[in-house]
Nanobody, 129 residues
Framework: QVQLVESGGGSVQAGGSLRLICRAS????????MGWFRQAPGKEREGVAL?????????ADSVKGQFTISQINIENKNTLYLQMNSLKPEDTAMYYC?????????????????????WGQGTQVTVSS
């Protein structure tokens, strides 16, 4: 059974940093797209940062230069990290880890959203001004 377990959320003041962690396990595919989405109250879930099994990355324009996604993959157990710096109140949201298995790159977001069947439980990030 594939599991995605997030941790690392919390409350910080604007300008602070947090590092989110997603531990993925139980999958057998060596190819994948994994990453982070977020959803603020009253807003749609949006893609934040993605990384594929080749190490290719994608970032939403709103977080480029601010967030960094990375991974450590050992024997089909992947640990994803999202380093978030210079946090702003508008970064406040529930952050979800997600995975699309069996393909070695990340599709464009509309297609990716339709493909993703694996989501973590979410971790809350709250940034106060």
């Amino acid at each position: 059974q594939v599991q995605l377990v997030e941790s690392g959320g919390g409350s910080v003041q604007a300008g602070g940093s947090l590092r989110l962690i997603c531990r993925a396990s139980g999958y057998t595919s060596s190819t994948y797209c994994m990453g982070w989405f977020r959803q603020a109250p009253g807003k749609e879930r949006e893609g934040v940062a993605l990384i594929d099994s080749n190490g290719g990355t994608w970032y939403a324009d709103s977080v480029k230069g601010q967030f960094t996604i990375s991974q450590i993959n050992i024997e089909n157990k992947n640990t994803l990290y999202l380093q978030m710096n210079s946090l702003k109140p508008e970064d406040t949201a529930m952050y979800y880890c997600a995975a699309d298995l069996g393909i070695p790159y990340c599709m464009a977001l509309p297609l990716l959203r339709a493909r993703i069947k694996l989501w973590g439980q979410g971790t809350q990030v709250t940034v106060s001004s």
